[in-house]
């Protein structure tokens, strides 16, 4: 989504990033690690394909889709950047421009249960809520991720259906019952 492509923001020890054409070769390696395509319902792609898929993520309209980096700094480089990723988050407007499904994926494995994905989903629903006409956000999780089922139910989404053909449930959640918090937003420099 061309919205956030100049937006870096800041939380208290995670920073949220545009997915840029540096960050692919990274996102790719962890692409091939089969648990976590598995855990976010992922297709394999090649690196050629997971460029296009990036420049597409960009430019679409109907997903916004942030880098989670470890710490608050802006980097001096491209490369040192890259070295702080640890997940990545989207915002999908699939069936209309009020209901956003989220995803969140931290892919380092040292950064799970620490408090980064409550984080990035704070700093997620803010800016989406400050930016966007949002009033419902929603998660779709494989029904075998339990602990991403934990993890909603513990940030207040309500589980609302389960899908035995799609294996996953949705959970949901109205703005109105997240309470916005103060969002501090920079220019990206990359």
Known sequence: MKINQTCMLVGETISLVPYRPHHVLKYHGWMQDKELRELTAS?????????????SWATDEDKLTFIILNGTEISESREAEESRMIGDENLLFLFSPDYGEINIMVAEKKFLRSGVASE????????ASEKLPVVKFS????????????????NN??????????????????????TLTSLTAVTYPF
């Open 157 to 178: 989404f309500v589980r609302i259906s389960e899908s035995e053909v799609f294996q996953e449930t949705t959970y949901e959640l109205d703005t109105w019952d997240f």
């Open 139 to 154: 998660a779709k999780i494989t029904n075998t991720n339990l602990a991403s089922m934990r993890f909603f139910e513990k």
């Open 43 to 55: 297709e394999p792609l090649s690196l050629e394909e997971e460029f296009e898929m990036q420049k």
């Open 120 to 127: 990035a989903l704070t700093l997620m629903m803010n800016y």
